[in-house]
């Protein structure tokens, strides 16, 4: 599902070049669709064993707690951008 999202970003990115691309062959397409379906297919059994919403969001969480230190400085650089604040970073 991130990957199809990324190419319909990217898809979606490409159709606002004023100009045309040249169609891709009909077999990569073929091969484009087979790899994403297989993929689609691939996570969906996956699912069945484990909570990839419950585990994506754990994997989140964790990121977020890991870099807590690293986004409280960047935090605290933007705010020493107003001249009367002076709040000192965390070491």
């Known amino acids: 599902m991130i990957i199809e999202g990324l190419f319909n970003l990217l898809s ?4 606002l070049i004023p100009f045309d691309l040249p169609q891709l062959p009909g ?3 073929t091969l484009l669709t087979f790899i994403l379906d297989n ?3 691939s996570i969906g059994y996956l699912n069945l064993f ?4 419950f585990w994506l969001l754990c994997a989140c ?3 977020i707690i890991i870099n807590v230190k690293r986004i409280y400085n960047t935090f605290i650089w ?4 107003i ?9």
């Open 50 to 53: 484990i909570d990839l919403k």
């Open 27 to 29: 077999k990569f397409q």
């Open 12 to 15: 979606g990115i490409v159709s």
């Open 61 to 63: 969480a964790m990121t």
């Open 83 to 91: 001249p009367s604040v002076n709040i000192p970073f965390w070491k």
């Open 78 to 81: 933007l705010l020493n951008f």
């Open 39 to 41: 993929i689609k297919n």
